[in-house]
């Protein structure tokens, strides 16, 4: 089972969006995958059709040991892909975790049971606080998520170090899976500088597959449906599919590097 982060501490670069339509993408090639909703606004949980009113349990009850983490599974319409909901009640947990023992380990412990999926995909809130560094813990790779903006490798550099920190004191085993531009549209001057920038700062960790500015993919929340299902014909979809295609090569790669 791998466990992969999707994570970055600016919000609006489109990172639940990746978290959903990779999840998806995963069950779509037969890897049986769960998503763990541990943002407190619970974007993917909506975006997933998961009605506030079913998240009886969630990713809240499951960090404090209220539940197990099998209790806490919904169903999706998507076969193949599952979700652990997020709720209000995450909202308070930053709070409550401070004087908690083994606080970065919370979600780490709860998942050691977990078993029956070949994907766990976490999406982490868009801060650096103790869910994301839960997160980061917990999982095996991370996902970056960097829209093509101005302000794109800043604080980029923050999360490195926070990568990095973490790698040093709580998980040795945490690598980068690949940083992925989103958003990018390619008639734009800044979009393709930001592109050219960011893969001379970090060469083979960006994916080759780019997300592009697609209506249809900003649509697909407000209907509970990934974009792959809302409508699996379009670019940033067929986007989706490359990225998804692509990270299963890498990880086939890193599997015989570390087996060879």
């Given at each position: 089972?791998?466990i992969l982060?999707?994570?970055?501490?600016?919000?609006?670069?489109g990172?639940?969006?990746t978290a959903?339509n990779m999840?998806t993408a995963?069950?779509?090639?037969?890897k049986?995958?769960?998503?763990?909703?541990?943002d407190?606004?619970?974007?993917a949980?909506t975006?997933?059709?998961?009605?506030?009113a079913a998240r009886?349990?969630?990713s809240?009850?499951m960090?404090?040991?209220?539940?197990?983490?099998?209790?806490c599974i919904l169903?999706?319409?998507i076969p193949?892909?599952?979700?652990v909901?997020?709720?209000i009640?995450l909202?308070g947990a930053?709070i409550?975790?401070?004087t908690?023992?083994?606080?970065?380990?919370?979600l780490?412990?709860?998942l050691?049971?977990?078993s029956g999926?070949?994907?766990v995909?976490i999406?982490?809130?868009p801060s650096l606080?103790?869910?994301t560094l839960n997160?980061l813990?917990?999982?095996q790779s991370?996902?970056i998520?960097l829209q093509?903006?101005?302000?794109a490798?800043?604080?980029l550099?923050?999360?490195?170090?926070?990568?990095?920190?973490?790698q040093?004191t709580f998980n040795?085993?945490?690598d980068?899976?690949?940083l992925v531009?989103t958003m990018?549209?390619?008639?734009n001057?800044l979009?393709?500088?930001?592109?050219?920038d960011?893969?001379?700062?970090f060469?083979?960790?960006?994916?080759k597959?780019?997300?592009?500015?697609n209506?249809?993919?900003?649509?697909?929340?407000?209907f509970?449906?990934?974009?792959?299902?809302?409508?699996?014909?379009c670019?940033g979809?067929?986007?989706?599919?490359?990225?998804?295609?692509e990270?299963?090569r890498r990880?086939?790669?890193?599997?015989?590097k570390?087996?060879g």
């Amino acid at each position: 089972m791998r466990i992969l982060a999707v994570a970055n501490q600016k919000g609006g670069v489109g990172k639940t969006t990746t978290a959903i339509n990779m999840a998806t993408a995963l069950a779509a090639v037969r890897k049986k995958t769960l998503l763990i909703d541990l943002d407190p606004q619970g974007n993917a949980s909506t975006g997933l059709g998961i009605e506030r009113a079913a998240r009886k349990v969630g990713s809240y009850e499951m960090l404090f040991g209220a539940h197990d983490v099998a209790e806490c599974i919904l169903p999706t319409s998507i076969p193949g892909l599952d979700v652990v909901p997020s709720s209000i009640d995450l909202a308070g947990a930053e709070i409550e975790l401070v004087t908690m023992t083994r606080r970065e380990w919370r979600l780490r412990d709860a998942l050691e049971g977990l078993s029956g999926y070949d994907y766990v995909v976490i999406d982490s809130p868009p801060s650096l606080n103790l869910l994301t560094l839960n997160t980061l813990v917990a999982s095996q790779s991370v996902i970056i998520p960097l829209q093509c903006e101005f302000y794109a490798l800043e604080g980029l550099s923050l999360l490195t170090r926070t990568i990095q920190r973490v790698q040093d004191t709580f998980n040795s085993g945490l690598d980068i899976a690949g940083l992925v531009l989103t958003m990018v549209d390619r008639r734009n001057n800044l979009s393709i500088q930001v592109e050219e920038d960011v893969r001379a700062h970090f060469g083979a960790l960006v994916f080759k597959t780019v997300i592009p500015r697609n209506v249809r993919v900003s649509e697909a929340p407000s209907f509970g449906l990934p974009a792959l299902v809302y409508d699996h014909r379009c670019v940033g979809s067929q986007a989706y599919m490359d990225l998804a295609k692509e990270l299963l090569r890498r990880e086939r790669q890193r599997e015989k590097k570390n087996h060879g």
